[in-house]
T-cell receptor, first 116, second 112 residues
Framework: DTGVSQDPRHKITKRGQNVTFRCDPI?????LYWYRQTLGQGPEFLTY????????KSRLLSDRFSAERPKGSFSTLEIQRTEQGDSAMYLC??????????????FGPGTRLTVL | DAKTTQPPSMDCAEGRAANLPCNHS???????VYWYRQIHSQGPQYIIH???NNETNEMASLIITEDRKSSTLILPHATLRDTAVYYC?????????????FGTGTSLTVIP
């Protein structure tokens, strides 16, 4: 257990529905990252926050995806009008730039999304 | 895009050292090498990282060549629980922060 938690762990939804995932980072970690991982591939970067500011977004993050970190603590990732191609594991990671940790990312267990 | 190249799979006998190679020939001077592993259906687990010098912790050792174009992760006494996909990552520094770009990793199987 790294201290990063994600909820839910599994989500099954029908195509066209909206889904929202939550990530709680390690306490006092100022950076938070979202990744997507499909079968047989490594995680792909989606977006990242420093405190509440979203500083970078991948081109993978289409208009149907939105992420927030309103108070600089937990974060949510919402997918609107889900498509079957959205089926994947969604991973959250957090890191700290204020400790002597060289910004090492610690990952949560992931949320597995299945779109029917 | 990933800046690393790893063999897709390797086997190792239980109790022996597992040596996992990684090429990162385009690495820049201030970019760190990180290693993570991922056991099926779990999130990636941090193992070790380094910049120029060799590093060792309770999990593994990291050997980085002098020219920094390649590295080797060493698990000194592999156990069955070390069976996982191992990712070698070069941490890229952008204008807004540090990014990890994962490749497809090396699938290590520890054989009894």
């Amino acid at each position: 257990d790294t201290g990063v938690s994600q909820d839910p762990r599994h989500k099954i939804t029908k195509r066209g529905q909206n889904v929202t995932f939550r990530c709680d980072p390690i306490s006092e970690h100022n950076r938070l990252y979202w990744y997507r991982q499909t079968l047989g591939q490594g995680p792909e970067f989606l977006t990242y926050f420093q405190n509440e500011a979203q500083l970078e977004k991948s081109r993978l993050l289409s208009d149907r995806f939105s992420a927030e970190r309103p108070k600089g603590s937990f974060s949510t990732l919402e997918i609107q009008r889900t498509e079957q191609g959205d089926s994947a594991m969604y991973l959250c990671a957090s890191s700290s730039t204020t400790q002597k940790s060289t910004d090492t990312q610690y990952f949560g267990p992931g949320t597995r999304l299945t779109v029917l | 895009d990933a800046k690393t190249t790893q063999p897709p799979s390797m086997d190792c006998a239980e109790g022996r050292a597992a040596n996992l190679p990684c090429n990162h020939s385009t690495i820049s001077g201030n970019e760190y090498v990180y290693w993570y592993r991922q056991i099926h259906s779990q999130g990636p687990q941090y193992i070790i990282h380094g910049l120029k010098n060799n590093e060792t912790n309770e999990m593994a050792s990291l050997i980085i060549t002098e020219d920094r174009k390649s590295s080797t992760l060493i698990l000194p006494h592999a156990t069955l629980r070390d069976t996982a996909v191992y990712y070698c990552i070069v941490r890229v520094t952008t204008n807004t922060g540090n990014q990890f770009y994962f490749g497809t990793g090396t699938s290590l199987t520890v054989i009894p």
